[in-house]
């Protein structure tokens, strides 16, 4: 295939018949020609696939379905979907996207746009103010500010929102972001921001990165992480701050 596109928007879909909103999707695509969506289904056993087939047949040049053999987890499955646009397609972007749409397709493709020559990764983040549309719940928001606190600390780099799920990169870049298995099927974030640090440096890193306040961001109820990932999640946080403190050893 030699397509070429401006941005590739990989959303990892399990069990998402209800969520999945095919009115916005149309509205986006209609506008957005040089944008593919790689729609991955994990093993759902709803009817996803059925529903993202009709959006493919609905707009056959700029929609990809590719599906996991069986369900692997956030991690692996953003993994499957940059790694199968980067073999098959021509981009000058990849991001990925949750299938929610809590962050809205019209803003992942606006904060694309910041992504240059020089920005090689720019990323939505949560942060609540006067003149955006931040809905989280209450308790969400907590857990999730001590989690954040606790990364950024563990990164030493002041990250507000490392797990928002709008993320863009050069393409060039998620080649070797995404070329390994993660360690966690959902703190895969938290590994990008060592991994690029194991390429870049933490210092360079200011230059090459940017994080976005978001302008929307809605907390739809059907989080497909259970609230006990709570206590396992400092585990894999203990995991990846050791495995990427050893492979920074070895570059230096």
């Not at 928007?9 to 095919?22: A, F, G, S, W």
């Not at 991690?75 to 646009?85: L, N, P, Y």
């Not at 949560?126 to 500010?145: A, M, V, W």
């Not at 002041?158 to 393409?171: E, H, L, P, R, S």
């Amino acid at each position: 295939m030699t397509e070429k596109f401006k941005l590739c928007i990989v959303i990892p879909c399990y069990n998402e018949e209800k969520r999945l909103n095919t009115a916005n999707i149309s509205s986006f695509l209609k506008s957005q020609k040089n944008v593919l969506l790689c729609f991955v289904n994990d093993g759902s056993n709803d009817n996803t696939l059925t529903i993202l087939h009709k959006i493919k047949d609905d707009f056959p040049n700029n929609v990809e379905v590719i599906s996991m053999d069986k369900n692997s987890g956030k991690a692996e499955t953003v993994r499957f979907g940059v790694q199968h646009c980067n073999t098959n397609f021509t981009i000058e972007k990849i991001a990925y996207l949750d299938a929610d749409f809590a962050t809205t397709l019209e803003e992942c493709f606006e904060i694309s746009e910041l992504v240059n020559d020089e920005i090689v990764f720019a990323f939505g983040s949560r942060i609540s103010k006067i003149d955006n549309n931040i809905q989280r719940k209450k308790f969400r928001h907590l857990i999730g500010r001590i989690i954040a606190t606790f990364i950024s600390n563990q990164l030493k780099l002041t990250v507000y929102d490392t797990q928002c799920g709008c993320k863009i990169f050069n393409a060039e870049l998620s080649k070797s972001l995404f070329s390994e298995k993660f360690i966690s099927k959902w703190l895969f974030d938290v590994e990008i921001f060592n991994r690029m640090i194991v390429l870049f440096g933490r210092k360079k890193m200011v230059s090459i990165c940017k994080e976005v306040p978001l302008k929307t961001w809605i907390d739809y109820d059907e989080s497909k992480v259970k609230i006990t990932y709570f206590f396992k999640l400092w585990l894999d946080l203990y995991q990846i701050g050791k495995t990427y403190k050893t492979r920074k050893n070895h570059l230096h």
